[in-house]
C-alpha cells in the first residue's frame, strides 16, 4: 500500500512541476500583454474545460503533461486572427520572447529549490558535524571480523567476513544491537564517532570494558578487541586515494569492535537552509550537466538492459522508473531521499527543456536569437532584414530531433519496464 501510494505521489508530483512550467509560460505571456488562448492539462480527448475571459482552460483524457497556446509564437502561425496580430508573440521584443520561453525552465529550477529548501528547513537530515560530538548510537553491528585486510574482485570495495569461518567480532561478543549508545571504553568517556575509533583502533589485542546505554540503563561489559590489518586513517581520508591504490604501506594492525554507527539528523531551519539550499542547488546542475553528456555514451547498456544484460544502475530512466524508485522510497519510509530524487528531476527537465534544439523551449529561444543578430548584422552592414527565420524548412530537422528523442525515450521505458532499478537492499 506505501508502495502504491508513493509511486502515485511521485507520478503527481512530476504531472505538477509540468503544470506549472506551463503556467510559467502563460503567466509571462500575459505579463508582457501577449494573448493566450488555451491552458489545457493532459493531451487527447477533452473531458471537462471551461472558459475565463480569453482562455480556455481545461483537463484531457492523457495526463502525461500541460500545454499553453499562445498567440503567434512562430511568425508562420496561421491562426493568428488579424485582430490579435499585434498581441502575438512574434511581435515583442526577443528578450521578452525569451523570459516567456525559459519560465518554463526556470520554474522547474525554482521549484526544485523550494524543495531542497523545504527539506534543509523542517526535515531532520543526517548531521555528520553532530557525529562527531555527540556519543555514538549503535547503526549495525557486524557478526564477525576479518583479521586481514583485502578487496573483493568482484565489487571493487573491501572483502567482508565471512559468519562461521571468521572470529565473532567483539560487537557481537557483547550482544550490542541498534539503537545502543556507546558512552565510555574502559571508563573513559567518549563523544564522537572518531574519538571512539581512535580508542578502538589503539586498543586492539587487549581486553576493555565497554559501557552502553540501552534502554535507559547503564551496561558495562569486558571484551578482547581483536586485532585486524586495516587501512590507515590518513590514507582513507585522502581524497586523491581510491581503493584500488591501497599497497602493503598503506596497512596496519588495529583494534575493530564491529559497529558502525546511526548519523545523528537535525533541520537546519529556514534561515540557515537558505544557504545550504543554495549549495545542493549548484551541485544538482553540475550533476545534471555531467548527466546530459554522458546520456549518448549509456544507450548501449540501456539497449543491453532490454536485451537481457545487467541493468547499470546509472543508466538513465524514464518517468515511470523514477515514480517506481519513489514508490520504493515511500515504502521504505526514506522520505527525504524521495523529495530530493524529485528535485533533482525537475532539475534535469529544466536543463534538458533549455538545449537549443526545437522543439525544446531552447530552440525557440535560439532561433528568436539568431534572428536578431542577423538583423543586427544586415543593418550594420546596410542590407535589407531578411526577415524571421522559415519554421518550415526547420521541419525536416525538427522531425529528427523528436525522432531521436522519442526512440531514447522509448528504450527507457521498456528497460524500466523489462529490467528496471532497484534500490539496494
Known amino acids: 500500500m506505501t508502495y502504491a501510494m508513493g509511486v502515485v505521489l511521485f507520478a503527481l508530483g512530476i504531472l505538477l512541476s509540468l503544470v506549472l512550467h506551463e503556467a510559467g509560460h502563460m503567466g509571462t505571456a500575459r505579463m508582457f500583454g501577449m494573448k493566450v488562448t488555451r491552458f489545457f492539462v493532459g493531451f487527447g480527448p477533452t473531458l471537462w474545460s471551461f472558459r475565463r475571459r480569453e482562455t480556455e482552460y481545461g483537463i484531457k483524457a492523457i495526463p502525461a503533461g500541460a500545454f499553453v497556446k499562445i498567440v503567434g509564437m512562430t511568425r508562420q502561425a496561421d491562426d493568428v486572427d488579424p485582430a490579435d496580430e499585434p498581441r502575438a508573440m512574434w511581435r515583442y521584443p526577443v528578450w521578452k520572447r525569451t523570459i516567456v520561453m525559459s519560465a518554463g525552465s526556470m520554474t522547474h529550477f525554482a521549484l526544485g529549490a523550494l524543495i531542497l529548501w523545504g527539506l534543509f528547513a523542517?526535515?531532520?537530515?543526517?548531521?555528520?558535524?553532530?557525529?562527531?560530538?555527540?556519543?555514538?548510537?549503535?547503526?549495525?553491528?557486524?557478526?564477525?571480523?576479518?583479521?586481514?585486510?583485502?578487496?573483493?574482485?568482484?565489487?571493487?570495495?573491501?572483502?567482508?567476513?565471512?559468519?562461521?569461518?571468521?572470529?565473532?567480532?567483539?560487537?557481537?561478543?557483547?550482544?550490542?544491537?541498534?539503537?545502543?549508545?556507546?558512552?565510555?571504553?574502559?571508563?573513559?568517556?567518549?563523544?564522537?564517532?572518531?574519538?571512539?575509533?581512535?580508542?578502538?583502533?589503539?586498543?586492539?589485542?587487549?581486553?576493555?570494558?565497554?559501557?552502553?546505554?540501552?534502554?535507559?540503563?547503564?551496561?558495562?561489559?569486558?571484551?578482547?578487541?581483536?586485532?585486524?590489518?586495516?587501512?590507515?586513517?590518513?590514507?582513507?581520508?585522502?581524497?586523491?586515494?581510491?581503493?584500488?591504490?591501497?599497497?602493503?604501506?598503506?596497512?596496519?594492525?588495529?583494534?575493530?569492535?564491529?559497529?558502525?554507527?546511526?548519523?545523528?539528523?537535525?533541520?537546519?531551519?529556514?534561515?540557515?537552509?537558505?544557504?545550504?539550499?543554495?549549495?545542493?542547488?549548484?551541485?544538482?546542475?553540475?550533476?545534471?550537466?555531467?548527466?546530459?553528456?554522458?546520456?549518448?555514451?549509456?544507450?548501449?547498456?540501456?539497449?543491453?538492459?532490454?536485451?537481457?544484460?545487467?541493468?547499470?544502475?546509472?543508466?538513465?530512466?524514464?518517468?515511470?522508473?523514477?515514480?517506481?524508485?519513489?514508490?520504493?522510497?515511500?515504502?521504505?519510509?526514506?522520505?527525504?531521499?524521495?523529495?530530493?530524487?524529485?528535485?533533482?528531476?525537475?532539475?534535469?527537465?529544466?536543463?534538458f527543456n533549455l538545449l537549443p534544439l526545437l522543439p525544446a523551449d531552447g530552440g525557440h529561444i535560439a532561433i528568436s536569437w539568431f534572428e536578431w543578430a542577423r538583423s543586427l548584422l544586415y543593418r550594420r552592414l546596410g542590407r535589407p532584414d531578411p526577415g524571421r527565420v522559415d519554421y518550415v524548412k526547420l521541419m525536416p530537422l525538427t522531425y529528427v530531433v523528436i525522432l531521436i528523442f522519442a526512440g531514447f525515450t522509448l528504450l527507457t521505458l521498456l528497460a524500466d519496464i523489462i529490467n528496471p532499478i532497484t534500490l539496494p537492499d
Request: charged share 20%; proline share 8%.
Open 122 to 351: 523542517f526535515v531532520p537530515l543526517p548531521d555528520v558535524a553532530k557525529l562527531q560530538s555527540e556519543p555514538v548510537q549503535v547503526g549495525s553491528t557486524s557478526p564477525c571480523v576479518q583479521t586481514s585486510w583485502s578487496v573483493d574482485p568482484a565489487t571493487k570495495t573491501e572483502r567482508q567476513c565471512r559468519p562461521g569461518a571468521d572470529p565473532a567480532s567483539a560487537a557481537a561478543q557483547l550482544g550490542l544491537r541498534r539503537g545502543d549508545v556507546i558512552t565510555a571504553i574502559d571508563g573513559r568517556a567518549l563523544r564522537g564517532w572518531d574519538t571512539m575509533t581512535a580508542a578502538v583502533r589503539a586498543a586492539g589485542g587487549r581486553q576493555v570494558e565497554v559501557s552502553f546505554l540501552r534502554d535507559g540503563q547503564h551496561r558495562t561489559a569486558a571484551v578482547t578487541l581483536p586485532l585486524a590489518e586495516r587501512v590507515r586513517l590518513d590514507v582513507v581520508r585522502d581524497p586523491n586515494r581510491s581503493i584500488e591504490d591501497i599497497t602493503p604501506a598503506d596497512l596496519e594492525q588495529v583494534g575493530v569492535l564491529g559497529v558502525t554507527p546511526i548519523v545523528p539528523t537535525s533541520a537546519a531551519g529556514p534561515v540557515v537552509a537558505l544557504g545550504r539550499a543554495a549549495d545542493q542547488t549548484g551541485l544538482m546542475f553540475t550533476n545534471t550537466l555531467h548527466s546530459l553528456q554522458r546520456v549518448p555514451e549509456k544507450i548501449p547498456a540501456l539497449w543491453a538492459a532490454v536485451t537481457g544484460g545487467e541493468r547499470d544502475p546509472e543508466t538513465p530512466i524514464s518517468m515511470l522508473g523514477a515514480s517506481r524508485i519513489g514508490g520504493e522510497l515511500s515504502d521504505r519510509g526514506e522520505w527525504p531521499t524521495f523529495f530530493l530524487l524529485l528535485a533533482a528531476l525537475n532539475f534535469f527537465i529544466g536543463v
